[in-house]
């Protein structure tokens, strides 16, 4: 059965690093990373995103050690105040236990469970959501001339494939999202033909994550965004035609304005006038 939520479920962005694309080292410092975690969930945020080591093209890997210091402190601080759902965006299981434990209840990972051999057990004994997702490679080497003969077909069996290796680890089907990986390997041409193929992936019968916020895709076609903050519009485009689409949730930086998008979306449909799909 297709999952087609009323709206999709915004999901806003904090991220604990130094490098991140768009706001690496704004939130470093854990009192500022707790105030616009705050100012997310009053802008309508309905999960909170919190990552402690960056994926940007040609990111570096971070230590257990150092992203478990940046994302727990904050991940306790926001539970301890509030009972919003809490996504921790990780490639390790340890991480992603901690950070269960501490109040988090969906791991978003960038590397399907891939990036060690317990993760899909571990995902299964936590019990908690997770968001599976396409990437070609890794963060450090993703956009060197990505390449696919078919990037629908390929990004769609991969995934199936990954949620199937989940289950047979003893993951519920009802707690596993699919995520296109916009961004991660992908050029121009391979970014617009996953968007456009949306109402494909959200067949699948997973819910579906979708991450089109300020990506440099959007760069690509306007000259004039070549800065990250730049790329508002681009952002809404997309996450709108993923709403159409019927996708389980966007994920944002720019919570205030998605909100705004998805609401005004949601009331037009609600008068009979639903945005098409591609």
């Known amino acids: 059965m297709t999952f087609r939520p009323a709206r999709p479920r915004l999901m806003g ?3 604990v690093t130094p490098d991140s694309f768009s706001d690496g080292g704004r939130f470093l410092d854990h009192t500022q990373a707790l105030a616009h975690a705050c100012r997310l969930i009053a802008d309508g945020a309905d999960i909170l995103d919190i990552g402690g080591e960056s994926t940007r093209p040609g990111a570096g890997p971070v230590t257990e050690a150092e992203e478990l210091a940046r994302v727990i402190p904050l991940i306790e601080a926001i539970r301890a105040d509030s009972d919003v759902a809490i996504s921790i965006d990780t490639m390790k299981p340890a991480v992603a236990r901690a950070a269960v434990a501490a109040g988090a209840t969906i791991w978003n990972d960038v590397a399907a469970l891939r990036f060690a051999p317990e993760a899909p057990q571990v995902v299964a004994e936590l019990g908690c ?19 696919y003969d078919d990037v629908v077909g390929e990004v769609e069996a991969f995934l199936l494939a990954r949620a199937s290796a989940a289950m047979a680890a003893g993951v519920e089907r009802e707690k596993i999202w699919l995520d296109p990986g916009i961004g991660f390997g992908k050029s ?5 033909a996953l968007l456009a193929a949306l109402p494909r992936l959200v067949a699948l019968g997973f819910p579906v994550l979708l991450g089109a916020s300020r990506k440099r895709f959007i760069a690509a076609i306007d000259p004039l965004a070549e800065a990250a903050g730049a790329r508002l519009g681009g952002s809404l485009a997309a996450h709108l035609a993923g709403a159409a689409a019927g996708v389980a949730a966007v994920r944002a930086h720019d919570v205030r304005e998605t909100a705004q998008a998805l ?16």
Not at 134 to 144: A, I, R, S
Not at 263 to 278: C, D, I, K, P, Q
Request: net charge negative.
């Open 129 to 147: 959501e997770v968001v599976l997702m396409h990437m070609l490679g890794e963060p450090g080497t993703m956009q060197d001339a990505p390449a």
């Open 188 to 192: 121009l041409a391979h970014n617009l």
């Open 13 to 15: 962005i904090v991220n």
């Open 263 to 278: 609401a005004v979306w949601e009331a037009m449909r609600a008068a009979g006038g639903e945005l098409r799909t591609f």
